[in-house]
């Protein structure tokens, strides 16, 4: 790769890296807002809206408890930041744990343990913990057990990182960390005999990520033609090859995921922008043989209704079944590219074929798609203001801080450490 890069640089007589970028992928970093998740496991209602006034923050439409600022806002020195209150995220990566835990209403979502995968370095187990909090309420003791988050990773160093997010985060009670892969986990372990649900964002190309320029070359370079023909063939297939061996990785991790007898939801997820690593990895799974030959086969559900952009149609994936798909594009939708999907076991003979309940609805308007970048605090305004139907997420936010003002008023005595938890 870097032999590759020195003599595209060479020939474009380009000194840095970025300027060999085609101009859109350039700037698109430095045009996303910044997206703050509020983490409700350490701050209180109070907290956040003390927040959302100073820098006028705004609710996203689509994750509850992310707020939407400028872009450039510098926020890693304030003290909500330092002190875990507040988690920078972006907002695609917020996706899987709310499609899983945040999105859903139905009693069973309540239920049940968590296995975060694939989970270094965390932003999504901390997020995953704080949804099972807010699912569990208030009246957890001693005599009634906290639903566990069982993180997964086989590198000691990532997963050191994860222990301390997890401890700033205020996760750490919750979530048990192991020195694993989740490949190797045993499916008929007693641990996880509550386990009902699955988060898994495996290793991935990360071509969907703004700041990864490796991936965005390989994007670029495929539509080049400054390579000598025999050099720009063998970059190619090395890609080409990388690609594949994730794909494989990714599609392992995914049919494994479906052993789990008692496991009843699963997620998927990438910031990949490739259909080799996405789309493709979900028809081959939900074809395996496993699937298809189960009692009770997983099938995909819609994961995110209120997102406009939906998967792609690829061999192996009806129509349906795509739209059922989450998809971000990092140049119009104002976050990194990402893909996400969301399965569910049935009582269906085909585990092949998508569930949509009667009534459900998805926005594929293409119009919606492009959301407006606040690029300053008067655009903000501007956006906030135009939005007078609140969304499902907004009310949600609104209803959640509704009930934690009126358990503080009816308990005063209650400790501010007894409310974070």
């Avoid at 939407?68 to 920078?88: A, C, D, N, Q, R």
């Avoid at 985060?169 to 048990?176: F, P």
């Avoid at 499916?187 to 490796?214: A, H």
Wanted: glycine share 4%; net charge neutral.
């Amino acid at each position: 790769f870097r032999a590759a890069l020195a003599r595209l640089k060479i020939k474009r007589k380009v000194a840095s890296n970025e300027a060999l970028l085609p101009p859109e992928n350039r700037q698109q970093h430095l045009a996303l807002p910044r997206y703050v998740r509020v983490n409700t496991l350490l701050a209180s209602a109070e907290e956040a809206e003390s927040f959302e006034r100073e820098y006028d923050a705004q609710q996203d439409r689509d994750v509850r408890d992310l707020l939407v600022l400028p872009s450039g806002t510098e926020l890693h020195e304030h003290e909500m930041v330092k002190s875990g209150k507040l988690v920078l995220q972006d907002k695609a990566s917020c996706f899987p744990a709310f499609v899983l835990h945040g999105e859903h209403a139905d009693a069973k979502d309540k239920q049940g343990d968590v296995i975060d995968a694939c989970a270094a370095p965390g932003n999504k187990t901390s997020h995953l913990a704080m949804l099972l909090q807010q699912q569990d309420g208030d009246g957890e003791d001693d005599a009634t057990p906290k639903r566990r988050v069982f993180a997964f990773d086989r590198s000691p160093k990532r997963l050191e990182l994860l222990k301390r997010r997890m401890q700033l985060a205020g996760a750490a009670a919750r979530v048990q960390a192991q020195l694993q892969s989740f490949l190797e986990v045993p499916v008929d372990d007693e641990i996880y005999r509550n386990v009902r649900s699955i988060l898994l964002d495996p290793s991935c190309s990360g071509s969907g990520m703004t700041n990864r320029l490796d991936h965005l070359l390989d994007i670029a370079s495929s539509r080049d033609t400054v390579l000598e023909p025999d050099q720009g063939a063998e970059y190619e297939e090395d890609t080409a090859k990388r690609l594949q061996s994730l794909a494989d990785f990714q599609l392992e991790a995914l049919r494994k995921a479906f052993s789990f007898p008692q496991v009843e939801r699963v997620v998927y997820s990438t910031c990949s922008i490739f259909q080799k690593e996405d789309e493709e990895v979900v028809a081959a799974a939900l074809k395996s043989k496993e699937n298809v030959g189960a009692s009770r086969p997983f099938v995909l559900k819609p994961a995110l209704t209120s997102w406009p952009r939906r998967g792609l149609e690829v061999a192996g994936l009806s129509a349906d079944q795509a739209k059922a798909l989450v998809r971000a594009n990092g140049l119009e939708d104002s976050t990194n590219g990402f893909f996400v999907a969301y399965f569910e076991r049935t009582d269906r003979a085909d585990g092949a074929l998508v569930e949509v309940n009667e009534g459900t609805k998805i926005n594929t308007d293409a119009s919606s798609a492009e959301i407006p970048v606040p690029a300053n605090t008067t655009e903000v305004e501007g956006v906030g203001k135009k939005r007078k139907v609140l969304s499902a997420a907004q009310k949600e936010n609104r209803k959640r801080r509704k009930r934690e003002k009126r358990k503080k008023n009816s308990n005063t005595n209650t400790s501010k450490e007894h409310e974070e938890e």
